[in-house]
């Protein structure tokens, strides 16, 4: 599973957060590798540094799934660690239910009678 990090100007994209970022992504969806490809990580600032508040950080995680269509998922938070490990999470969640639906089907009759693979 090849992992791609990617920041915008408001978010310092340094070798350090890259790692960080990969690592929390790795571990956390680790078990889903034979079916994800690649995995893109897009962290950004909305409203750019210049400007407080809260949950302005944002990360859009982009998984490429082997023979099925890209699926994505974000998160906003206050720090892009935050961000990425949020989104890292709802795609953790997102792949469990695609890993179950596809595999619901398995091992059951259909109506006519053959066995469903």
Not at 40 to 62: T, W
Request: hydrophobic letters at 35%; aromatic letters at 2%; a neutral charge.
């Amino acid at each position: 599973m090849q992992i791609q990090v990617n920041t915008d100007r408001n978010v310092e994209g340094t070798q350090a957060f890259e790692e960080e970022v990969r690592t929390m992504i790795a571990r956390t969806l680790d078990r889903f590798s034979e079916r994800v490809t690649r995995i893109e990580a897009h962290v950004s600032d909305s409203n750019s540094g210049a400007k407080g508040g809260g949950a302005d950080i944002r990360c859009v995680l982009e998984a490429r799934l082997a023979g099925m269509n890209p699926i994505s998922v974000r998160h906003q938070a206050a720090t892009p660690e935050q961000a990425v490990a949020g989104a890292t999470e709802k795609l953790e969640k997102m792949l469990q239910r695609t890993h179950d639906r596809l595999n619901r089907t398995r091992g059951r009759t259909s109506v006519g009678g053959a066995e469903v693979d």
